[in-house]
């Protein structure tokens, strides 16, 4: 092999070593990447971890006007059975002035009882306001007590940093008194 | 590092070892005879101060490690057993609590030492760097220690800390699940913490090699920001500031002593000696007093940035607030760039140093905003987040729009023609043989 073969250049100086320096390089990438996946995905849930959950609970004991909060995936959920005024108060709100625009019908399966993930959507904090004893904030809902979210009786946001209303999980009433969760 | 002169050691050990590894020779040559500027002040002893509570950090870390279980049903009785029955369990733990919030101190001492006298200016820009990233490896490895415990105080810095990352858009979501290796902070979460919390120092001191590198070939700055000139501006490092940083840590270290064995939960919470409950969130959750301002700058923005009167918006409070607190934190990366003014220290730029001290009253300011709960008052009628607010904008101000116009605009005082001159005029009233030559 002469020089010229191995090391040819074209019109605009590309050589065959640029070319092989940059499919090395590629592989080595794509190499470096693939070997890297199983260190970063090992930090993601485990299976035991992932095994879907679901909670039973059995709602017949919960008088209107209280609540209780269950453990679903190791994260606290809300149950409050709502009184007519609150009930009233969350759909009388007008939609369109809310910072994540959802109606009361779409959050509720039946209008008494919310179902909701007890998380604040700012920073992860439980809101207050689960117990009669604790703050509801302005809108007679749950109050965060980390950065002040207020929410009200459909667990909406309304004042504070947090940017969504809390989260509604996946449930359904198996009979009149249960809910199974997840 | 390995060529060059080497010295010559009278103890035949020191020498034979010296021919095959020059280390003697090295620390004669960066420790020894260094030439460092003759007038430094007491604000240059930080730097060696912050060194050794790193290393006393190690120190107590490392026992504490072995008597701890990073486990969420055993991290909390495993410290109380730390406190109670292991043998000077208690004074290693208070030391290293204690060590933190003082390695902070010191730190943010040498922050400010490097900020008025102009540390971070050309040719020590990638030192400044360095440090900045020291800073940045400490306040995740102070965070991380702080959920060790699995106090509510802990646990709940964890969830908030690692849900600022939700903010992110698209991934955010994915991405916390990572962190937590589940759909909370639990178990997978503290058993990472301890493993990073126990590697992250060791980055630390290997930043902290590169800074001193960097230190070494640039050489200290100092109270005047002007170079030294030559052998009449400078000491060598032995004895003259070996003493003086001597003199200066042990001040430091009596005070961090009086703190740890005196008043050793000074800086801690009622909320710390709680086990963690992630189903209850304690009423008024704060971080180490040393992420206070930060956290305020966090809090403070609570509005969306978009096109006013529309619904578009562009960038969700969240966002703003976590992108606010990390950039409260880039401004200093990339300070070299935004002051460019030709003269270094304080001293001689009247205007910069009025902006300066008002950075430093702001961030005190910052503080106590974070200490606050988020619905606070001043005075009883003004809500303190306003107070949050407009220390934010001046601290973003201070770098983005005072630095670069101070840099065009100010007229500076004149620099005196060397150090040994400013020295020695110092003391002109009893003029001395070296004065008059």
Redesign the interface.
Known sequence: MSAQTTNSKTEDGETRRDFLYLTAGAFGAVGAGCFAWPFIDSLNPAADTLALATVEVNIAPIEPGQAITVVWQGKPVFIRHRTAEEIEEARSVDVATLRDKQTDEDRVEKPEWLVMVGICTHLGCVPLGQKTTQPKGDFGGWFCPCHGSHYDTAGRIRKGPAPKNLKVPPYKFTNDTTLLIG | MASGERASFKNPVVNWIDERLPVFTLMNKEYGVFPTPRNFNYFWNFGAIAMVMLVLMLVTGIVLAMHYTPHADHAFGSVERIMRDVNWGWMIRYLHMNGASFFFIAVYIHIFRGMYYGSYKKPRELLWIFGVLIFLLMMATAFMGYTLPWSQMGG?AA??????F?AIPLIGGPLV????????V?N?TLN?FFALHYLLPFVIFAVVFLHVWALHITGSNNPLGIEPKGKQDTLPFHPYYTAKDTFGLSIFLILYLLVSFYAPNMFAHPDHFVEFN????????VPEWYFLPFYAIL?A??FDIGIPFTEIVFI???LG?VIAMFGAVAMLFIMPWLDTHPVKSARFRPQYKLFLLLLVVDFLILGYVGME???AMLFGSIKLLYLGQLCTAYYFAYFIVILPWLSRTEKALPLPSSISEAVLNKHKAKPSPEAAA
Do not use: C, Y
């Open positions: 709940w969830t908030v800390i690692t849900n600022l939700s699940e990572l962190l937590w290796g589940g759909f909370s639990d997978p990472r992630p189903m209850q969130t304690p009423p008024h959750i809090r923005i609570t969700p409070a969240k607030g709960p988020a619905d």
